[in-house]
């Protein structure tokens, strides 16, 4: 066993206790009584010096050119993924905190990388104004940064999710201060410090700590300009609420339950139903934008389950460090009764309830957060697995007689993030996916190994506000500004 990891606050440059020196301590979800770390525990004064210190670095960072925070992002990008001895260090105890498998935090780590160099990329399309020449004057509308952001990042893909914001909102020219979910704040807050020390002081401010002691004091300060959160329902009306007491702008990413429909046409060959499987339970399902309720084409249902079902059985349920572990548990006791407490009801009403996967350490699923991952076959629409987020290894399936029924289900939902449609007529399937109610739509296949971080990604309904990736994602970042003077004047 490695000694506990311990993590500080960064603020104005430099790596700093709370002021009141207190910490928490974070176990691992896989044996929960074993201490992975202890992370610094924010207060109130903390909050008020770190937006204090982005606020005085913001002139300056504003005043760079794109090119050269383009540079500067390039940097970071390489020093966050090169090394890979630190970086495999580092994704070891990611898994240990957090409890997905060690593939996965390798992949989140590389996928942050990529995400600063592809900011860097829009350097030459940020620099070009728009310029209109019509009656009755001249006008140059241009961009400029907000000024500090508030970054609050979830704890099912924090390092992922952190490559949606950050390098986005250092592009446009902001100042941040990123507040990482508590109960993933190792890896998390390591990998922040590294970025931070590349920069000027006060650009990058880490704060970690609990939300409900802290969150506000960072959501509601006056100097804070804008807000990017991704979160539950819940907790981002709260965030609106308080921001909207200085008119702060947001972005709100709120989680989603995506449908996916499998039409009677859908290429099932190959290794369709190991992407079935991975858009339903990749990091044990807690990603915002899984495959959460599937719709099949009764001519292909009893197909689809039992392909599917093959698959989900092979997989190996355990320590997310063993190299043949292939998910591990839930992050936290909270969302593993959530899950639990959806078998548990569909089961009551007498459903055909099917709990998959192969347990080869059965002491360590029963001491740890653990879920096996589960089908649920024909799945009533009133079922709580159907009408609500999950956010576990668990997938209702349900058959469909016409596509206008299977686009009819999709879209009765309060959520509108993702969906996919499954159809080896592309044509059809895009067709189809235009109708759907969601920001983002894939096509034969749905989630993080599909995603094109180019396009902007977001939700409509209760899924959010505002849209985070690609150039719409650096954008948001601004506000507009438009310069007018007399017909011929403006160069």
Not at 21 to 47: C, H, K, M
Not at 195 to 207: C, K, M, Q, R, T
Not at 297 to 324: C, K, M, T, Y
Not at 441 to 449: D, E, L, Y
Request: aromatic letters at 6%; a negative charge; one cysteine or more.
């Amino acid at each position: 066993m490695t000694d506990p990891v311990e993590t500080l606050l960064y603020i104005d440059g430099a790596a700093t206790a709370a002021s009141d020196g207190g910490s928490y301590d974070i176990f691992n979800p896989a044996r929960p009584g074993e201490l992975v770390g202890r992370a610094a525990a924010g207060t109130p004064d903390d909050v008020d010096r770190a937006v204090k210190a982005a606020h005085a670095a913001f002139p300056a960072w504003a005043s760079l050119g794109y090119e050269q925070r383009g540079a500067l992002l390039r940097k970071v990008a390489a020093a966050i993924t090169q090394d890979m001895a630190e970086v495999d260090a580092r994704a070891r105890l990611f898994t240990r905190e957090h409890g997905k498998i060690l593939r996965e935090t390798h992949l989140e780590i590389s996928r942050l990388g990529e995400r600063f160099v592809q900011s860097a990329n829009y350097a030459e399309r940020l620099a070009r104004d728009e310029m209109i020449r019509a009656a009755p004057n001249d006008t140059i509308i241009t961009r400029q940064p907000r000024g500090v952001a508030a970054l609050v990042v979830p704890w099912n893909w924090p390092l992922a999710i952190l490559g949606a914001k950050l390098p986005q909102a250092l592009m446009a020219g902001n100042t941040v201060v990123v507040k990482p979910s508590a109960n993933s704040a190792l890896a998390p807050t390591l990998t922040l410090h590294r970025i931070a020390e590349l920069l000027p002081p006060g650009v990058v401010n880490i704060l970690t700590g609990s939300a409900s002691r802290i969150g506000d004091a960072i959501i509601g300060h006056p100097l804070v300009r804008y807000v990017n959160f991704t979160g539950s329902v819940d907790v981002g009306r709260h965030v609106m609420t308080v921001a909207a007491r200085n008119i702060t702008p947001v972005t709100l990413e709120l989680g989603g339950n995506d449908a996916g429909l499998v039409l009677h046409d859908a290429d099932l060959s190959g290794d369709a139903f190991h992407r079935l499987y991975r858009a339903a339970f990749m990091s044990t399902g807690q990603i915002c934008f899984a495959l959460k309720r599937l719709y099949v084409h009764r001519s292909r249902f009893a197909q689809v389950v039992d392909g599917l079902r093959a698959v989900v059985d092979a997989q190996v349920i355990g320590d997310g460090l063993l190299p043949e572990t292939t998910m591990g548990p839930m992050n936290n006791a909270k969302q593993l009764k959530v899950v639990t407490d959806m078998i548990a009801q569909a089961r009551a009403k007498g459903h055909n309830v099917i709990e998959l996967g192969q347990v080869p350490d059965p002491a360590l699923y029963a001491q740890g957060y653990f879920q096996r991952p589960t089908l649920v076959i024909d799945a009533d629409p009133s079922l709580s697995v159907v009408r609500d987020e999950q956010f576990g290894p668990i997938l209702p399936i349900m058959p469909f007689d016409t596509e206008d029924q299977a686009l009819a289900l999709a879209n009765d939902d309060q959520f509108g993030l993702a969906s996919s449609v499954w159809s080896a007529d592309i044509d059809r399937a895009v067709a189809l996916a235009r109708r759907i109610e969601a920001g983002y739509s894939f096509i034969n296949a749905h989630g993080p190994s599909a995603q094109d971080g180019n396009g902007p990604f977001g939700g409509f309904k209760k899924s959010g506000i505002g849209r985070n990736f690609g150039y719409e994602g650096v954008i948001q970042f601004q506000g507009y500004h438009s310069i007018t003077a007399a017909p011929g004047s403006l160069a």
